[in-house]
């Protein structure tokens, strides 16, 4: 599935688990695929990341779309390519990083904070555009930057989402989101995960049901 629409249907949430560890790799599987997660980031300056996103994929790399993230180089695309990730997130716009990922056969979601970044990003063949950070990017930017760029640009705000601010992103035409600490802290026990996946997943449902049909 080399498209990254339809891992963001029915939940367009990443869950971006910086600092988890290889031990609780198979469990924050099965806790977010319980609550209807289906994209998992694991940043790269997580310890031991490779082994946590081997020990992922082979969990649960056929039900959820399993990436790692804060990917700076083409020597890391390699190395994530290689433990089994089909999806490449880093927090900037390195055209050669993007372009390393897509010859590899990794769906790309790399950061971006301003239009011409974001174009430099769809030029190189991003698939999603990681608007990084978010608390620099609201509702109102979104907007601005939706009525400039192709319509079927993914656009996936990132850093200081919570529940209280995603029904204002989504109708300011924001695709998904990452969500990092409101999910997971690293040491997090898996119930305690469990619970704010599960009320993260509810926010964006109630928020998506209150908006207008189109």
């Keep these: 599935m080399n498209d990254l629409r339809p891992w963001l249907n029915p939940l367009p949430l990443i869950a971006i688990l910086r600092g988890i560890t290889p031990k609780d790799a198979e469990g924050a599987v099965d806790t977010l695929g319980t609550a209807g997660w289906r994209v998992i980031e694991v940043p790269l300056n997580s310890p031991e990341a490779l082994e946590t996103l081997r020990r992922m994929v082979k969990r649960g790399g056929e039900r959820l779309l399993i990436g790692a993230g804060t990917v700076l180089t083409v020597y890391e695309v390699n190395a994530i390519a290689d433990a089994g990730a089909r999806l490449m997130v880093a927090p900037n716009c390195a055209p050669d990083v993007i372009r390393a990922a897509k010859a590899r ?80 802290k690293p040491g997090m026990r898996m119930e305690d995960m469990a619970v704010a996946a599960k009320a993260l997943a509810d926010a964006f449902k109630q928020a998506s049901a209150s908006l207008p049909i189109q």
């Design 105 to 184: 056969g990794l769906l790309t979601a790399p950061g971006v904070a301003t239009p011409t970044e974001a174009f430099a990003a769809l030029e190189a063949g991003a698939d999603a555009l990681k608007m990084f950070p978010g608390e620099l990017l609201p509702p109102p930017a979104v907007k601005a930057w939706r009525a400039v760029l192709p319509p079927q640009t993914l656009l996936l705000p990132v850093g200081g989402v919570s529940p209280g601010n995603i029904g204002a992103y989504l109708k300011a035409g924001a695709d998904g989101f990452g969500i990092g600490t409101s999910v997971y």
